[in-house]
């Protein structure tokens, strides 16, 4: 059976709008999920959202959901880099943020499915949620450290 959802929960010591900006931000996105060059974001549902992460080549994602600062989803491919996100090759990523009352920082939780409903052979699907859930920690810590230790 493959493995549908991901998910990982922070807490990040600082406001949600802060959070949101480095979650949005071309910049940041760019240096926190990316190369280190700025992405390229429509940020609007069906906007485009392009990674470049070097050795993995550039990915597209679709975004689905943009409510400030909330809620961000995209829809990236989990097929050949540069293939366009569709109903069969994609997962979606959605990161939620809400206000954490005892510590008045953010916690971002962020959650990434549909592994289960790749068109990929059952172990390549296996796989990708694998790499992902492995990478996820990283990318998130960086998020966390970008955001608490950058002025707005």
């Not at 974001?41 to 943009?66: K, M, N, S």
């Not at 916690?107 to 990708?128: N, W, Y």
């Not at 960086?142 to 002025?151: G, H, I, K, V």
């Amino acid at each position: 059976m493959i493995p549908d959802t991901i998910e990982r929960a922070i807490l990040i010591n600082a406001p949600r709008e802060r959070v949101w900006s480095v979650l949005s931000e071309p910049a940041f996105l760019g240096r926190w999920f990316g190369n280190g060059e700025p992405v390229k974001i429509d940020l609007r549902p069906g906007g485009l959202l392009v990674f470049d992460h070097g050795i993995h080549g550039v990915i597209p994602a679709r975004i689905q959901t943009v409510e400030p600062p909330r809620v961000l989803s995209w829809r990236w491919s989990q097929g050949a880099a540069g293939e366009e996100p569709d109903d069969s090759n994609a997962t979606l990523v959605e990161f939620t943020l809400t206000e954490d009352g005892s510590t008045g920082g953010t916690r971002l939780t962020m959650v990434e499915s549909g592994f289960a409903h790749l068109g990929l052979p059952t172990d390549e699907a296996t796989d990708r949620h694998r790499a992902n859930s492995r990478n996820w920690p990283g990318k998130l810590d960086q998020l966390r450290a970008d955001s608490e230790q950058t002025t707005a």
